[in-house]
């Protein structure tokens, strides 16, 4: 066979693997007694390309070109929790380039590791991934089989893995199809609001984007996310760190953002500077309406935070008016691949804009 023939036989071997994404779930082999570090060793077979998954106690390989890859091992001293301050990846073994591509940290508790094997044949690729300063559980449902459209389905013998084949685009939504604006578009929208709303609400003058792009878990396309620096340093100088995070939801439809949310890099909610805001008189007194509505989100964005959830969205903020000194309304909340709506409320002193209380109740 001449060497143009095998390479169009290659080539329509990648277009047939790409038209179809294999997905294996496995659970991981848990040694330990859980606490605040932990560590995963991971082995798998790889022909050509695949990605690893990792979300709680279980893993989900997905072959992206080539023959279907397996599983070989996954053994953790504790699940991947939800909340983390360090995380650490180390490739160990493999002929080919194996990296990390999402930070659980930043990607909704999920890890995510990219792998390309350049040789003919399968090769195993074994890694670590090693965490600490844990904090809000972890998953406990982790992967499910439905994450794909599925045309064929097969379980093996074992009981902890499962095969799913489905179209790649029940996965990997295409970019600006059937939309407003492409995804580009998106992230170029998002990058304007956030120095705008940087500069204007957090005294940020001069901010560096260092990452931006759409968030790809399932549910998620019309997030964008990514992180930044403050060279001005207003925050440094009141002893916050200056990197950070933000999640930007776009209505591609209008062309508008939504939602921003600007975070610290361990997840918590950055405070305004300052508000201006508008005076109200109620029957409790004067007070600073917008400063009251943004102590109680603070509150609510803290409470969800600790319970393990991200990239919070308010749907509704108001006055309680059956109720006084209330503060109530509705949010949406992402744990993982799962996202939650939530009924809050928060009992204040209006008058310094203080909470006493927050009741969080999931629908």
Same mark, same amino acid.
């Given at each position: ?38 560590? +995963? ?33 996954? !053994? +953790? ?9 360090? =995380? ?99 992230? !170029? ?58 999640? +930007? ?94 009924? =809050?409320?928060?009992?204040? !002193? ?14």
């Amino acid at each position: 066979m001449t060497t143009g023939l095998k390479w169009m036989v290659l080539a329509a071997a990648v277009m047939v693997a790409q038209a179809q994404v294999s997905e294996q779930i496995r659970r991981a082999a848990i040694s330990g007694s859980g606490g605040t570090s932990g560590k +995963c060793t991971i082995e798998v077979r790889v022909d050509m390309i695949a990605e690893v998954d990792i979300y709680g106690d279980s893993g989900r390989l997905r072959t992206l070109a080539g023959q279907p890859a397996t599983w070989a091992r996954m !053994d +953790c001293s504790s699940p991947l929790p939800y909340n983390l301050s360090d =995380f650490r990846f180390a490739g160990i073994d493999g002929r080919g380039n194996v990296k990390l591509v999402q930070d659980p940290r930043n990607n909704n508790s999920m890890a995510v590791i990219h792998i390309e094997d350049p040789r003919p044949g399968s090769e195993g690729y074994t890694f670590d991934i090693e965490w600490s300063g844990a904090s809000g559980g972890y998953p406990t449902n982790g992967f499910t089989t439905s994450g794909y459209t599925s045309s064929t389905t097969a379980t093996s013998t074992s009981t902890t893995t499962s095969t799913v084949v489905g179209p790649r685009g029940a996965y990997f939504p295409r970019r600006g199809v059937g939309r407003g604006m492409t995804a580009e578009q998106a992230i !170029d929208l998002c990058r304007t609001e956030l120095r705008t709303r940087s500069e204007r609400d957090y005294g940020m003058r001069n901010i560096d984007i260092t990452a931006a792009a759409v968030d790809t878990n399932q549910g998620r396309s019309d997030w964008v996310t990514g992180t930044f620096s403050d060279r001005s340093g207003a925050y440094r100088r009141r002893g916050t760190t200056s990197g950070y995070r933000f999640n +930007c939801a776009v209505d591609y439809s209008s062309r508008q953002v939504r939602t921003l949310e600007i975070l610290r890099a361990d997840g918590g909610a950055v405070q305004p500077l300052s508000t201006s805001g508008t005076t109200t008189t109620a029957a409790t007194g004067t007070y600073d309406q917008n400063q009251v509505y943004r102590a109680c989100q603070d509150a609510v964005v803290a409470r969800t935070n600790r319970d393990g959830y991200q990239n919070v969205n308010f749907t509704s903020t108001a006055i309680d008016t059956s109720r006084s000194g209330r503060v109530a309304g509705t949010i949406t909340a992402t744990r993982g691949p799962v996202t939650d709506t939530f009924d =809050f409320a928060c009992s204040m !002193d209006f008058s310094a804009a203080r909470v006493n209380n927050v009741e969080l109740n999931r629908r």
